[in-house]
T-cell receptor
Framework: GENVEQHPSTLSVQEGDSAVIKCTYSDSASNYFPWYKQELGKGPQLIIDIRSNVGEKKDQRIAVTLNKTAKHFSLHITETQPEDSAVYFCAATRKYTGRRALTFGSGTRLQVQP | EAGVTQFPSHSVIEKGQTVTLRCDPISGHDNLYWYRRVMGKEIKFLLHFVKESKQDESGMPNNRFLAERTGGTYSTLKVQPAELEDSGVYFC???????????FGQGTRLTVV
């Protein structure tokens, strides 16, 4: 089955700096990679996603990159703000065969220092 | 449009008791998933419904866990009898398609004492 590794487990940055979270996956058939943000007391919220036929996707201060050959994908947050502080999860899944539920990484706790 | 809602938000029960968690998915979402996060670790898959059918229940830890989705609408997850290691946050999610974006509820925090 799929295995997703996520690093780092904690990340502290100064407000305005960039933050990068990296994930690797094991199943070459995985073709969809969402990122979730979980704030205290809330469920995970989808913030950005990427499909396997795309190398990069941006949405304002957030971007995700995907390297299919190396089987890794990353989340980039620029100009970080205190409200970006949360736990971030990467995930992977496949659409057409096998398990179609998400396999999650272990999470990264991001703290943005004002 | 209402999101995924879960009841209760918190539950504290004694070891050996029974607890039933409920999930109401987004209307029109055929795919419904249960996940669990234990002790701040990764979010782990439990099972996947497509409408009222169990598509994949390979993540269910043992036969003390029973999930149902009557009529393909809301779902329940029953734990009977509960053990200490069942403590954690149980999330429900729904999606229009399998293998694509899933929208999560706020979770039910279960504490077994």
């Amino acid at each position: 089955g799929e295995n997703v590794e996520q690093h780092p487990s904690t990340l502290s940055v100064q407000e305005g700096d960039s933050a990068v979270i990296k994930c690797t996956y094991s199943d070459s058939a995985s073709n969809y990679f969402p990122w979730y943000k979980q704030e205290l007391g809330k469920g995970p919220q989808l913030i950005i996603d990427i499909r396997s036929n795309v190398g990069e996707k941006k949405d304002q201060r957030i971007a995700v990159t995907l390297n299919k050959t190396a089987k890794h994908f990353s989340l980039h947050i620029t100009e970080t703000q205190p409200e970006d502080s949360a736990v971030y999860f990467c995930a992977a899944t496949r659409k057409y065969t096998g398990r179609r539920a998400l396999t999650f990484g272990s999470g990264t706790r991001l703290q943005v220092q004002p | 449009e209402a999101g995924v809602t879960q009841f209760p938000s918190h539950s504290v029960i004694e070891k050996g008791q029974t607890v039933t968690l409920r999930c109401d998915p987004i209307s029109g979402h055929d795919n419904l998933y249960w996940y669990r996060r234990v002790m701040g670790k990764e979010i782990k898959f439990l099972l996947h419904f497509v409408k009222e059918s169990k598509q994949d229940e390979s993540g269910m830890p043992n036969n003390r866990f029973l999930a149902e989705r009557t009529g393909g609408t809301y779902s329940t997850l029953k734990v009977q009898p509960a053990e200490l290691e069942d403590s954690g946050v149980y999330f429900c999610a729904s999606s229009q398609e399998g293998g694509r974006a899933a929208f999560f509820g706020q979770g039910t925090r279960l504490t077994v004492v």
